[in-house]
């Protein structure tokens, strides 16, 4: 990220704030600075010598390194806004910063860690990277076998609750008349139960007699393969003398132990695509109908390993089920005694459904009298009772942490300084880890698309839980289970990742936490008393996230700007203010500003640093001002209420703006956007609504001028008139989302839509289309529509064909109360998974009943029909006669 700052600062020459004589005669500084730091990154962080990175010379070299880094982008980045406050017309005599550069020290520091680098024997390094492969070695086949000690024979006793319905699926994938070899994968977040599940199938009495010989291994993070294969042999006979046997002999005895036998071979917790490669050489394919249950934390390695098998999400236990758990290990049988069930009962609920949080609590309640008010005490602390838990909950959480990579450890770290239970919602979440640097470029896509990838890849992990996807499945709403944020807080202390102010800090303690220790990241939900920080100025906060609705911060951060000049994050999305006060246009080096506004200043367009802008407003419209395009580094542009643009002065980076209106001084989106690619916006029937010319266009909302908060701003601006049905609309090909909100269009420009390429969801509302027949379009296809919403339709007849919907997953009818059926010939639509349907007439909901059956007698039990919440279940027939 300061690379990529400094590369502006060299060459860039349309950015008012930093097209300044006084910075351009600084450029040879920068271009020095920008060639020792990129000489010192391609030493010491070049992937193809990652095995010496844990050399204690390489982590102590990094370490310094990071620190100078910092150092240098502390000194430019305050002789930025020295310059900037200078040359600004309300602090011009400001002398809190000095406007000069001065990176003699910082290069000189930078210069003494090139020269031990150099001088660090690499060489000898790598000749000695092989004894520390093999060491670890020796230590991973010690690891391997420990956790075996506890093996199957073990879990057998187990109390095992609410795994009755997971169980009979996976039994029955593994009693499939398949003869090839399957794989059949339990996934989930450490602590759900996968093990318990495993060994709940593994010791089914169907399965004891379906399968000849049955063997349980536990891989772990690190493995030995010869301790596996003694797991393996251990767990078929436990007679054999192993000991002495060498790797071949070991695998030859599994060979022969297995040929020609319906075997199942439970692998147990593994990390790795490459370990499972390895793995499944030793399990040999004799068409027996053979299977092997695999259970893992990463929805990659069940992916990477599944064939033809299945892939099983373990979901957390009910708050039923939690309670009758800890029941079943308290009581060990016997009642709950009445006075105890209400707060047993929230001692359950308080264990968020995660198995091993409600036995570590059925521990602490089994050594505790059976006494009412204690039990309520308890209650009220159950997280910290599972927190120190040391060996228990927290480090098998903390694995998963350990696993990860590098890339994503700062993006799961950021997620502990929410409050709890905080709701993420996706595309803010991904602005907030791009603004913080987190997203490393790789030059081929959008940062956009790999910060998307990061997230997808921490859901897969099992550390972030959907709460809800868009239409074309991406990730829209996610949650961090309680555990695992703890996880976050307790590793983020450690590595002064961030400071969380939860209760109001002492004037020195905060002093010392932000000043003395260099504090870069602070979460608060309190009022910070800035006048401690005043001085010296210019701290190390570089983001500060506030949760406190009512506070001061504002005024003060404008009055004391310079305790936060170096601010690259500013979210204060609760504090609910009205003005943008001068002393904020001086943060210049905010990448991501979330905040209340009543109106849109000029002067926030100084923020040529910013990448997200979300305005907050109890206004119902804003006007935008003509310098908004000096905001030259702006991709997302999001307010709660409708943004009309009356003129630009030049074309802006925008890839996402919501709401917008284009006054008369603009000519079109393409000359003022070219490359957005999310856009919502409304239709004026007097215009050619010409978006195919957006190029890069994926998300497109369009509103017709009848939706309610659309009338004026300032005055009235309203264009066109809502004359509705005679829009012209060309859409582009690259379209992938489109919402139809009041636009009245007719049915027959279904057509115009159904032709587009690459549309993936329609959601159609508020009689987005108009009429009461829906009729057939021949056979034009929608190519990959994947869910179609219809909402508020006054729709009466919908004769579509299947034909029309190849690629239909989902289907949802909302509030439709006159649509009579849903006339698809669904049993010709492989694809169809899900159909929601809301406050239908009774007509409707006799269709759905018929398509049920239908499917039914079509063998297909997988589609999901729900009516106002509740599931419409399968009518499966009866064998009995």
Same mark, same amino acid.
């Given at each position: ?597 009543? !109106?849109?200043? &000029?002067? #926030?367009?100084? /923020?040529? @640093? +910013?990448?997200? %802008? =979300? ?132 049915? !027959?420009?279904? &057509?115009? #839509?159904?032709? /587009?390429? @690459? +549309?993936?969801? %329609? =959601? ?118």
């Amino acid at each position: 990220m300061f690379m990529e700052k400094l590369k502006q600062l060299m060459y860039c020459n349309d950015i008012p704030v930093i097209n300044n004589p006084t910075i351009i005669c600084e450029r040879p500084q920068f271009q020095l600075l920008y060639e020792e730091l990129d000489s010192m990154i391609q030493t010491l962080f070049n992937h193809e010598h990652q095995d010496l990175h844990n050399f204690e010379e390489v982590i102590k070299l990094k370490k310094r390194f990071k620190a100078a880094a910092e150092e240098a982008e502390d000194i430019v980045d305050i002789f930025l806004s020295a310059v900037h406050c200078r040359n600004n017309r309300y602090f011009p005599r400001s002398d809190v910063f000095q406007p000069s550069l001065h990176l003699e020290v910082v290069m000189r520091s930078i210069s003494s860690i090139k020269m031990e680098s150099m001088t660090t024997h690499i060489d000898n390094m790598k000749m000695d990277s092989s004894l520390k492969t093999d060491t670890l070695k020796m230590q991973s086949a010690g690891t391997s076998h420990n956790r075996n000690s506890r093996g199957s024979k073990k879990l057998l006793k187990k109390v095992v609750v609410g795994f009755d319905r997971d169980a009979e699926i996976i039994r029955d994938k593994l009693a499939e008349d398949r003869k090839q070899l399957n794989v059949v994968s339990i996934v989930g977040m450490g602590g759900i139960g996968k093990t318990t599940l495993a060994n709940k199938v593994f010791t089914d009495p169907f399965v004891v007699y379906h399968f000849h010989v049955r063997g349980w291994v536990t891989v772990s993070q690190t493995y030995d393969k010869r301790d596996l294969l003694i797991q393996v042999l251990s767990s078929i006979d436990d007679q054999l003398e192993l000991k002495k046997a060498s790797y071949s002999q070991l695998h030859e005895m599994l060979h022969r132990s297995l040929y020609c036998q319906r075997y199942l071979i439970v692998i147990d917790d593994i990390w790795s695509k490459e370990a499972w490669d390895k793995l499944k050489l030793f399990f040999p394919d004799h068409n027996t109908g053979s299977r092997i249950l695999l259970t893992s934390r990463l929805t990659e390695v069940a992916a990477h390993a599944k064939s033809h098998g299945l892939i099983h999400h373990l979901q957390h236990l009910t708050e039923e089920e939690s309670w009758k758990l800890l029941c079943e290990k308290v009581f060990q049988g016997d009642e709950c005694p009445k006075w105890l069930i209400d707060p047993g009962m929230q001692i359950a609920r308080n264990c968020h459904g995660l198995p091993l949080s409600v036995v570590v609590m059925a521990g602490v309640l089994a050594k505790e009298a059976r006494n009412k008010d204690l039990w309520v005490k308890i209650s009220c602390s159950v997280q910290l009772y599972i927190a120190s838990d040391e060996k228990g909950c927290l480090e098998t959480i903390a694995l998963s942490y350990d696993h990860l990579p590098l890339h994503l450890r700062d993006c799961f770290l950021y997620l502990g300084g929410f409050p709890e239970d905080h709701r993420f919602y996706s595309p803010e979440l991904l602005w907030l880890w791009m603004a913080e640097g987190f997203i490393q470029e790789d030059g081929s896509r959008r940062l956009k698309e790999i910060a998307n990838g990061y997230l997808t890849d921490l859901v897969d992990r099992n550390l972030l839980i959907v709460e809800r996807r868009y239409a074309t499945g991406d990730v829209s709403d996610c949650k961090v289970h309680d555990l695992v944020r703890q996880v976050c807080v307790k590793k983020g202390k450690e590595e002064r990742f961030f400071l969380k102010i939860d209760f109001p800090p002492s004037k020195h303690h905060l002093y010392e936490v932000i000043i003395t220790h260099k504090q870069r990241r602070v979460f608060t939900n309190q009022d910070i008393d800035i006048m401690s920080l005043s001085y010296p100025p210019a701290p190390s906060i570089r983001s500060l996230v506030c949760y406190q609705r009512e506070t001061t911060l504002i005024d003060n951060i404008s009055k004391f700007f310079h305790s936060f000049a170096l601010l690259r994050v500013l979210n204060l999305e609760k504090c609910e203010s009205n003005d943008f006060l001068p002393g904020l246009a001086l943060l210049v080096h905010l990448r991501h500003l979330d905040i209340w506004l009543s !109106s849109f200043p &000029s002067s #926030i367009c100084n /923020l040529w @640093n +910013l990448q997200t %802008l =979300i305005v907050r407003t109890s206004s119902s419209s804003m006007v935008l001002p003509s310098n908004i395009s000096d905001l030259v580094n702006l991709r997302h542009l999001v307010c709660n209420a409708d943004l009309y643009l009356p003129s630009i002065e030049k074309p802006m980076k925008l890839e996402a703006i919501s709401n917008v209106e284009l006054g008369d001084g603009v000519d079109n989106f393409q000359k003022c956007f070219p490359r957005i690619r999310d856009l919502s916006t409304t239709l004026y029937s007097d215009e050619e609504n010409d978006f195919e010319v957006l190029h890069h266009l994926q998300l497109l909302i369009l509103i017709g001028p009848g939706y309610s908060r659309r009338r004026s701003v300032e005055g009235e601006f309203l264009r066109g008139e809502p004359n509705l049905g005679k829009y012209h609309i060309r859409f582009p090909a690259t379209l992938k989302q489109l919402e139809v909100i009041r636009c009245g269009l007719p049915w !027959s420009d279904m &057509s115009i #839509i159904q032709s /587009l390429p @690459n +549309l993936e969801a %329609l =959601i159609i509302k508020d009689n987005g289309f108009e009429g009461i027949l829906w009729g057939e379009t021949d056979e034009e296809q929608f190519q990959k529509l994947k869910f179609l919403r219809l909402e508020e339709l006054n729709i009466k007849q919908w004769e579509a064909s299947s034909i029309n919907f190849p690629c239909l997953e989902q289907l949802e009818v909302v509030n439709c109360v006159d649509l009579e059926e849903i006339s698809l010939e669904l049993r010709d639509i492989s694809t169809l998974n899900y159909i929601d349907v809301l406050n239908c007439g009774a007509s409707l909901l006799e269709s759905l009943q018929k398509t049920r059956q239908e499917q039914d007698d079509a063998g297909n039990y997988e589609l999901k029909i729900f009516v106002d919440g509740s599931y419409m279940p399968s009518c499966e027939p009866n064998h009995d006669d």
